[in-house]
Antibody, heavy 119, light 109 residues
Framework: QVQLQESGPGLVKPSETLSLTCTVS??????????WGWIRQPPGKGLEWIGT???????YYNTSLKSRVAISGDTSKNQFSLTLSSVTAADTAVYYC???????????WGPGTLVTVSS | EIVLTQSPATLSLSPGERATLSCRAS??????LAWYQQRPGQPPRLLIF???HRATGIPARFSGSGSGTDFTLTISSLEPEDFAVYYC???????????FGQGTNLQIK
């Protein structure tokens, strides 16, 4: 059974870059059967898709965040990462990494990590 | 861009009652609609995918129906652990893009 775990700083200053990593166990990010993504949830609010990574290196981003987001994978560590630049308080959220299976939908989620943007 | 609208925003019911949650799409999403349950402090949990298929380990009291633009999640008889927030999700086949509804908060009456 796949497990995903987010890691990274819990506090980021405004205008700086948020960087998170998702470590995957029980499944390979090199598999063509899955897509790997990031979703966030501001405190007390709903879910927002950020972007998705495929094993070929292809990436797909929410158009509202596209200019600030990058997602990449490291097959040697079985990890994929998120960077979000020029952050503001509006980027404060719980960030989840997740696995989409077979292009159907998201089946598996990490526990999430809270990132606060504040000086 | 597809928009998913969930209703009601809040639903107050008692254990044992039947819950009916709605998700309406701004354009047809065929059958590519999933439902998630989220309890406080936890990540979402997949309940239903492709409109009506229960995910592994999901009790039979959860069922999904619909097609095109109108979808329903039904919980036949509410258990105490079912009181949570529910989200619908559309996954565009290609390119992969994901749209969430804004959620329905199912609370104890």
């Amino acid at each position: 059974q796949v497990q995903l775990q987010e890691s990274g700083p819990g506090l980021v200053k405004p205008s700086e870059t948020l960087s998170l990593t998702c470590t995957v166990s029980g499944g390979s990010i090199s598999s063509g059967s899955y897509f790997w993504g990031w979703i966030r949830q501001p405190p007390g609010k709903g879910l927002e898709w950020i972007g998705t990574f495929y094993h070929t290196g292809s990436t797909y981003y929410n158009t509202s965040l596209k200019s600030r987001v990058a997602i990449s994978g490291d097959t040697s560590k079985n990890q994929f990462s998120l960077t979000l630049s020029s952050v503001t308080a509006a980027d404060t959220a719980v960030y989840y990494c997740a696995r989409d299976e077979g292009g159907i939908t998201i089946f598996s989620w990490g526990p999430g990590t809270l990132v606060t943007v504040s000086s | 861009e597809i928009v998913l609208t969930q209703s009601p925003a809040t639903l107050s019911l008692s254990p044992g009652e039947r819950a009916t949650l709605s998700c309406r799409a701004s354009q047809s999403v065929d059958s590519y609609l999933a439902w998630y349950q989220q309890r406080p402090g936890q990540p979402p949990r997949l309940l239903i995918f492709d409109t009506s298929h229960r995910a592994t380990g999901i009790p039979a009291r959860f069922s999904g129906s619909g097609s095109g633009t109108d979808f329903t999640l039904t919980i036949s008889s509410l258990e105490p652990e079912d009181f949570a927030v529910y989200y619908c999700l559309h996954r565009l086949t290609w390119p992969p893009r994901y749209t969430f509804g804004q959620g329905t908060n199912l609370q104890i009456k």
